[in-house]
């Protein structure tokens, strides 16, 4: 099974600050096989970004996905108060599997 | 438009058994990767089961041999036959139709809230 670290735990911004959230694999995680999801409290989560760096449909272009191999990174560029959320990676290989999520508050 | 609404969670004593039924809309789960995902409270999220467009399912090893997934093509729903439910599997259960090409989940329920507890 992959294992995918999420960090920071807890990342503290203000909005308009450019927000950078990690995802790291205990293996190579195809690039078409990457994914994340926002979840807000009481909400399903919400696709964002899939395939590592292809946007969803409505996702604004603020946000952005990189990486390949073990190392993916979320990119918010200018934080807007709706962004503050919990960020889910997610991977399919074998099974999926999900990060333990960045929470992103307000500083 | 696409949509997926959960529903049969609810209280039940560890040991016991529910279904949960995953009705979708705007598409055909005949045609779908279907899958069951789930939160624990204040936790991430775990993937449960998936069942394929030809039929075939994988599980969870957390609830292989308890869970079963199924689906009715006729009332365009999939459900999840939980038995043997332990208190560990208290959670909110999502359903969630996967993109086979790239295996994420573009469509979620609201989800339903199962709670195992004496």
């Known amino acids: 099974e992959i294992v995918l670290t999420q960090s920071p735990g807890t990342l503290s911004l203000s909005p308009g600050e450019r927000a950078t959230l990690s995802c790291r694999a205990s293996q190579t995680v195809g690039t078409s096989y990457l994914t994340w999801y926002q979840q807000k409290p009481g909400q399903a989560p919400r696709l964002l970004i899939y395939g590592a760096s292809s946007r969803a449909t409505g996702i604004p272009d603020r946000f952005s996905g990189s990486g390949s191999g073990t190392d993916f990174t979320l990119t918010i560029s200018r934080l807007e108060p709706e962004d503050f959320a919990v960020y889910y990676c997610q991977q399919y290989g074998s099974s999926p599997t999900f990060g333990q999520g960045t929470r992103l508050e307000i500083k | ?118």
């Open chain 2, 1 to 118: 438009e696409v949509q997926v609404v959960e529903s049969g969670g609810g209280l039940i004593q560890p040991g016991g058994s529910l279904r949960l039924s995953c009705a979708a809309s705007g598409f055909t789960v005949s045609s779908s990767y279907m899958s069951w995902v789930r939160q624990a409270p204040g936790k991430g999220l775990e993937w449960v089961s998936v069942i394929y467009s030809g039929g075939t399912t994988y599980y969870a090893d957390s609830v292989k041999g308890r869970f079963t997934i199924s689906r009715d093509n006729s009332k365009n729903t999939v459900y999840l036959q939980m038995n043997s439910l332990r208190a560990e599997d208290t959670a909110v259960y999502y359903c969630a139709r996967e993109q086979r090409e790239n295996g994420y989940f573009d469509n979620w329920g609201q989800g339903t809230l199962v709670t195992v507890s004496s």
